[in-house]
């Protein structure tokens, strides 16, 4: 008797216990608030903040996914976002919520490849499992149903994914949440739609469907920034603690003019102590002790409106008309509102001073700490007589300035090489020395080799690079092999293969051969580089700004010797930056048309490669391949 009464006892209080389980009063709080009770950061999520989450690092961001997940009448949210940003986090923090609280529907995490899907299935599971309340629902799911990519627990399976299935993920029945993650390295199939449109589109068929689409912008015709002017574009604003107006802090309003010393040159260590924010309403000095209460007190605002006749402005009552589509929340983040280590306002001015006026640095900046995009924006096409404007007074063969780094570059034709070699100097100036065509390797090499003259002295080439040149790539790989790192083969890349500006790729050096067979298989180190880039950097930069840049400091010039050829340089006009359908890829944007032959052109340009990838410094900020 006294058994029974025990398990009935026992068997009531399980009952209750799971009764409590099922209807725990669910009470309605925000989304911050539910992150700091209930999500643990382990150090591999959070290296320098494990533990109990908080809002404080990360407080516009944890704003502005409140604003939009707990609002039902937003469907859409673009963010276009500076590196760290912790976006990624909080999108999987709302998928333990959903866990967490039974929200019904399916959930699917999109990514740019396979290997990062698997990344974020590992990271969901740790924050499921750290989570108690998630941990109970998803502790009863067997083993099958939970691997790292799918997850099927009750009520709703979770699907992660490399952007390559994008279209097998449109046919996925009852989804409620879909996050698309890196949303400008996500790579598209010619006609195939954009991988926020195909998320948005599957949202027309379920209610209550919402989209999240993050990434660090690339350039002005990338997806994000694109989705983000088509949206609210909201900007954290904070309270001026003079003017009390509220402003959007921006990397233009940071002051470190009164951190020189004596000579005159930035002291940077001052610079990272001392830098300032000029308030763009009063024009005040702001001082970085005040960045926590102004972030603390800030709000998302959004601001894509019609623009309004002055009389309306001033009549009282008139709203302004939104640009946007209702339920379509955009907005941009940068490190200026931050608060992990290295984004002080100092460390962002010092950073920027570092840029200086260099494009490819410029470009990384802009991504990566402004969260926004690089403009492509027209460009006059390069003509005769800007290259000609930039002879300089030395002859074919030498340079006129000692040189820091010589280079040579050799783009592969069908049945020679096309060469240039020239010379930088320490201020990163271009001399181009020499160019030809030769039809042997021996020759390619024994020029680089002979490499230019300078004040009566040869100065070996220091650093050669060869095109892969389409069918020829096997035949370029051995050429290089026994030369390498003398010599490197290279490998442009165009529009959406492009993850870095540089980087390094192993290739087989026989591509047919097999891994597998048991003989050793040779690999060289491939440099690849972000095509389009560097033919701004040439052409744009370099060419076109021409003299107007000779005294200033930001830019970098380009010369060509005295006695180039006409027929040299015309292959410096071929290429032109135009907006249109790119016969190509079939998409609408800027693409390069190229009338004539380029190959000097890209021989120089191949040059400019070298150089940005002997110049580790040249790559700060940007992320590797
Ligand atoms: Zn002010």
Redesign the pocket.
């Known amino acids: 008797m006294l058994l029974s009464t025990d398990i009935e006892t026992t068997l009531a209080e399980m009952l209750e216990e799971s009764a409590r389980r099922v209807w725990r009063p669910r009470e309605e709080i925000g989304f911050g608030q539910w992150c700091a009770e209930n999500i643990m950061l382990r150090e591999s999520e959070s290296p320098d903040y494990a533990g109990h989450y908080t809002p404080e690092m990360v407080t516009p961001v944890v704003r502005l996914f409140e604003k939009f997940l707990d609002d039902p009448q937003q469907r859409l949210l673009v963010l276009s976002k500076c590196s760290q940003s912790s976006a990624s986090s909080h999108a999987l923090f709302e998928i333990v919520r959903r866990v967490e609280r039974g929200v019904p529907g399916n959930i699917v995490y999109v990514i740019h490849s396979a290997e990062e899907a698997r990344n974020i299935g590992h990271r969901l599971d740790a924050l499921l499992a750290d989570c108690v309340a998630a941990n109970d629902i998803v502790d009863e799911v067997p083993a099958d149903d939970k691997s790292t990519l799918v997850k099927r627990l009750p009520g709703k399976t979770i699907w992660l994914t490399g952007a390559g299935s994008a279209g097998a993920l449109a046919s996925k029945p009852g989804v409620s949440l879909v996050v698309v993650d890196e949303v400008d390295k996500h790579k598209l199939l010619k006609g195939e739609a954009e991988t926020i449109e195909l998320a948005s589109q599957r949202g027309k068929t379920v209610g209550d469907r919402k989209v999240v689409a993050f990434s660090t912008p690339t350039t002005d015709d990338g997806q994000i920034w694109r989705a983000y002017l088509d949206g609210s574009r909201m900007e954290y604003r904070t309270p001026?603690p003079?003017?009390?107006?509220l402003?959007a802090l921006e990397v233009g309003m940071l002051r470190w003019g009164h951190c020189k010393d004596l000579a005159g040159e930035y002291d940077l260590s001052r610079v990272m102590e001392e830098t300032l924010v000029e308030?763009n309403?009063?024009?005040?000095l702001?001082e970085e002790k005040e960045k926590r209460r102004m972030v603390d007190t800030g709000e998302w605002v959004p601001t894509n409106y019609h623009e309004q006749p002055v009389e309306l402005i001033e009549e009282e009552g008139a709203e302004p008309r939104p640009r946007w589509r209702p339920g379509v929340m955009s907005a941009r983040l940068g490190d200026m509102v931050s608060f992990w280590p290295g984004s002080g306002w100092g460390d962002m001015a010092v950073e920027r001073i570092k840029v200086g006026g260099d494009p490819l640095k410029l470009h990384g900046f802009l991504n990566n700490r402004e969260g926004k995009p690089f403009k492509q924006g027209a460009m006059a096409a390069v003509e005769l007589r800007h290259v000609d404007a930039l002879r300089g007074a030395y002859k074919r063969g030498t340079v006129p300035v000692e040189p820091e780094l010589v280079v040579f570059a050799a783009d592969t034709q069908d049945a020679a090489w096309k060469w240039s070699i020239g010379a930088f100097t320490k201020s990163g100036d271009f001399y181009v020395s020499d160019y030809g065509i030769s039809l042997s390797w021996r020759e390619v090499m024994e020029r680089a080799r002979d490499g230019v003259i300078y004040n009566g002295e040869a100065r070996m080439a220091n650093f050669c690079g060869v095109d892969e040149g389409g069918h020829r790539a096997r035949e370029v790989r051995k050429n290089v092999l026994p030369l390498a790192p003398w010599f490197v083969a290279m490998k442009g890349l165009g529009g959406l293969q492009v993850r870095s500006v540089l980087g390094w790729r192993s290739h087989q050096v026989d591509p047919d051969a097999d891994p597998k067979a048991g003989v050793l298989v040779d690999t060289i180190e491939c440099l690849t580089f972000d095509d389009d880039a560097f033919k701004r950097e040439l052409y744009r930069d370099r060419i076109l700004a021409g003299r107007k840049q000779q005294d200033a400091l930001t830019g970098r010039n380009i010369w060509f010797p005295a006695d180039m050829d006409e027929s040299f340089a015309r292959e410096l006009c071929a290429e032109q930056l135009v907006k249109g359908e790119n016969p190509k890829t079939g998409k609408v944007g800027w693409y390069w048309r190229v009338k004539g032959a380029n190959d000097f052109g890209d021989a120089v340009k191949m040059c400019l490669i070298l150089y940005a990838a002997s110049a580790p410094h040249l790559r700060v900020g940007m992320k590797e391949d």
């Open positions: 001026c003079h003017c009390a107006e402003i308030c309403s009063c024009g005040k702001i």
